[in-house]
């Protein structure tokens, strides 16, 4: 069966800028009164946003200031502009769904301007450019908005279709769009995803096997 749609999350999936957000985010909570390490906040954190974890933060005793979040998004943006790394297999699958024509979106609870930084070098914000989607513009994930934007502009059959995420949040949003899931496991993952129903793959040329066959 040849795909009629694949919508790939951005931080964690495409791209590894996860471990060097949560190393801000944790050095910033910890700065205001909260010991916290990066990879608690990943673990409790990944898929979500920034005013998510500042509420949660402050509700357990951290003393954020008022434009943390806006500062956050200055720090995370400098240190993703430093370069970061794109998955292994990322650039073949993009590459062989070109090929099979079939359609790519990228749908992110992250800003545009971070994804900008994060796959520019690589080439895969040209790309893609005009499937790129953010929560800047649509209802955060698990909300489905996104995944369903792509499928309307498309005329994708869901049941056809597929959704690569590596966060809980993610996958329920591909869930709920009624779209195949594959949770995208690389920092040990593997059962919060299989819990909620997600195929889980631990690499992206196992996720092209299943995708393409």
């Given at each position: 069966?040849?795909?009629?749609?694949?919508?790939?999350?951005?931080?964690g999936?495409?791209?590894d800028?996860?471990?060097?957000?949560?190393?801000?985010?944790?050095?910033?909570?910890?700065?205001?009164?909260l010991?916290?390490?990066?990879?608690?906040?990943?673990?409790?954190?990944?898929?979500?946003t920034?005013?998510?974890?500042?509420?949660?933060?402050?509700?357990?005793?951290?003393?954020?200031?008022?434009?943390?979040?806006?500062?956050?998004?200055?720090?995370?943006?400098?240190?993703?502009?430093?370069?970061?790394?794109?998955?292994?297999?990322?650039?073949?699958?993009?590459?062989?769904?070109?090929?099979?024509?079939?359609?790519?979106y990228?749908?992110?609870?992250?800003?545009?301007?971070?994804?900008?930084?994060s796959?520019?070098?690589?080439?895969?914000?040209?790309?893609?450019?005009?499937?790129?989607?953010?929560?800047?513009?649509?209802?955060?994930?698990?909300?489905?908005?996104?995944?369903?934007?792509?499928?309307a502009?498309?005329?994708?059959?869901?049941?056809?279709?597929?959704?690569?995420?590596?966060?809980?949040?993610?996958?329920?949003?591909?869930?709920?769009?009624?779209?195949?899931?594959?949770?995208?496991?690389?920092?040990?993952?593997?059962?919060?995803l299989?819990?909620?129903?997600?195929?889980?793959?631990?690499?992206m040329?196992?996720?092209?096997?299943?995708?393409?066959?």
């Amino acid at each position: 069966m040849t795909p009629e749609l694949v919508v790939f999350d951005c931080d964690g999936v495409l791209v590894d800028t996860e471990g060097p957000m949560f190393d801000v985010f944790a050095k910033s909570i910890t700065e205001h009164g909260l010991p916290v390490t990066p990879h608690q906040l990943a673990t409790e954190f990944t898929g979500g946003t920034t005013p998510i974890m500042r509420d949660e933060a402050i509700r357990r005793g951290a003393k954020l200031p008022d434009g943390w979040v806006e500062d956050m998004n200055t720090q995370i943006h400098a240190r993703i502009a430093q370069g970061v790394a794109v998955f292994d297999g990322v650039l073949d699958l993009i590459t062989a769904l070109e090929d099979a024509n079939v359609p790519i979106y990228v749908a992110s609870n992250g800003t545009m301007k971070r994804m900008g930084l994060s796959l520019g070098p690589s080439g895969i914000w040209d790309r893609l450019e005009g499937r790129i989607l953010s929560r800047e513009t649509y209802p955060a994930k698990p909300d489905p908005a996104m995944i369903l934007h792509a499928l309307a502009q498309t005329g994708a059959n869901p049941e056809k279709s597929f959704m690569i995420d590596d966060s809980v949040p993610g996958c329920q949003a591909g869930m709920n769009a009624g779209v195949q899931t594959i949770g995208f496991a690389t920092e040990g993952q593997d059962a919060q995803l299989a819990q909620i129903g997600a195929t889980v793959v631990n690499t992206m040329a196992t996720a092209q096997q299943l995708i393409l066959g």
